[in-house]
């Protein structure tokens, strides 16, 4: 047997170190449009008029178009399952038609980790997976295992191939996925990332609240003067010293990790690698992303991410170029069509409503109210369109939408083009909320448009 000379083999070595590579590899022009929640109860591209065609074809124009569904796709009549006791604040349902119509309006990537992943049980995401299936749409986020949750999912283009990696940061506790265990078999559901909440307070203030916790029977002895936890029979709230009152977040390093080593075994995979995270922390009150989330966005793109896209707030969030990278910290709602039907009895109660006298859309509206959801904040957000040019983001443009909050209950949620005092009010919002990253958004013709300084590739 020959052996192979050392310059051979070392072009060898270097084929085999590329094959592994966490760089970028997308054909110049590659194009990515990313926008936020699909809250969808019905097939729209039908019958919304030229406004939202507009929209349509500028999904259309991208090698990869991504969003959020948040929403379970199945017929009530031939579905096998039921609404769970433990949901995420509504149950979203769809009809199977809008798979079909989600392929029409040209989304080809969805992320379904979310808060809603699992209202109607493991039945329902099941159903929905098969709905996108049928229809080549590629989804990421959920699965019969963790591991299946959490793995990349790729999108085939003809300037390179795409993967996605989906998790939750806010999720019902009994949706979240496991993998076995010994003989325990795994368990379906969400890519979580678990965060411990801690409330921040002043000295002052945290001492009143260190004087309280010594006062209860059932104290929880904490050394550390920076701290106080208070404990009881079914709760365990930590509070910390710091500049002002407010909420702080800790990842998880097990699910951290995990996370971490699914984007770059994706990437190795891939030619680009679509990273996302359904938050609402620390509240959908907040414009500002939580304490934890930039160095969670920074240290995904060190470790092979070309984009990191969050959702979950319902309002629009400020937008990072980190490494020639975009990070948006929320697109707010892409589509906001809230008329469920069903409603199951658990959410006739939380609002107390009587599905003997009161109605599905009766229990929807009383739902938009608590939550706050009639603000015009919620109906206002971007399409965002990144181009790529040597593999590094090239622009950046922001297309300003509306939701039609204005219209009737039966015909809101459902965006088109803003107009020009509204998109200029739209974008001037986004620039403030971008600031404090160092972005700069320029307006032209009532598009944002940002365009990073150039440099050496990563």
């Not at 050392?6 to 070595?13: F, I």
């Not at 098969?130 to 959920?142: E, F, P, S």
């Not at 307070?201 to 260190?210: D, T």
């Not at 709230?237 to 407010?246: S, T």
């Amino acid at each position: 047997m020959v052996k192979p000379s050392h310059r051979n083999a070392s072009k060898q070595d270097s084929c085999y170190d590329r094959v592994g590579s966490l760089t970028t590899n997308v054909a110049d022009g590659f194009t990515m449009i990313a926008v936020g929640d699909l809250i969808v109860a019905r097939p729209l591209t039908a019958g919304q008029g030229l406004g939202f065609d507009a929209i349509v074809k500028m999904l259309h124009d991208a090698d990869v178009t991504f969003g959020n569904l948040e929403t379970n796709i199945f017929d009530i009549r031939t579905f096998s399952g039921s609404p769970q006791a433990e949901y995420g604040g509504a149950y979203h349902v769809s009809l199977p038609a809008l798979g079909p119509d989600l392929k029409a309006m040209g989304f080809n990537l969805l992320s379904r980790a979310n808060n809603h992943s699992l209202d109607w049980g493991v039945e329902g995401m099941r159903e929905t997976g098969r709905v996108l299936d049928q229809n080549g749409i590629v989804h990421a986020g959920v699965g019969e295992t963790l591991s299946q949750a959490g793995a990349a999912r790729f999108l085939e283009t003809s300037r390179g191939r795409v993967a996605l990696v989906s998790f939750a940061t806010t999720f019902t506790p009994l949706s979240r996925a496991a993998d076995p265990a010994g003989e325990a078999p795994g368990r379906a559901g969400v890519n979580s990332l678990r965060l411990a909440e801690v409330l921040v307070f002043p000295s002052g203030m945290l001492e009143s609240l260190r004087r309280i916790g010594n006062e209860l029977p059932h104290r929880d002895d904490h050394e550390d003067p920076n701290r106080v936890v208070l404990a009881g029979m079914s709760s365990r709230v930590v509070c910390k010293a710091g500049d002002k009152p407010g909420y702080s977040y800790e990842a998880d390093a097990r699910d951290l990790a995990e996370i971490i080593r699914n984007v770059r075994r994706g990437k190795q995979f891939a030619d680009f690698c679509i990273v996302t995270n359904h938050g609402h922390e620390p509240g959908r009150w907040s414009q500002e992303p939580s304490d934890y989330e930039q160095s969670l966005a920074h240290s995904l793109i060190d470790g092979g991410a070309d984009a990191y896209v969050a959702h979950g707030p319902h309002q629009l969030r400020g937008i990072e170029i980190y490494k020639g990278r975009p990070i948006f910290y929320s697109l707010g709602n892409f589509i906001f069509d809230d008329l469920r039907t069903p409603v199951a009895a658990d959410m006739f109660a939380a609002h107390g409503k009587d599905p003997r006298t009161d109605t599905d859309a009766d229990v929807s509206v009383a739902e938009m109210v608590t939550w706050g959801f009639s603000q015009p904040v919620f109906y206002e957000s971007v399409v965002t369109v990144s181009r790529f040019e040597q593999n590094r983001l090239a622009e950046l443009r922001l297309y300003p939408i509306d939701l039609n909050r204005s219209e009737r209950f039966a015909n809101r949620g459902t965006p088109r083009l803003a107009s020009k005092p509204q998109a200029k009010a739209i974008l001037e919002r986004l620039q403030k909320l971008s600031k404090s990253f160092g972005t700069k958004i320029a307006m032209e013709n009532n598009i944002g448009v940002i365009k990073p300084e150039p440099r050496s590739p990563r």
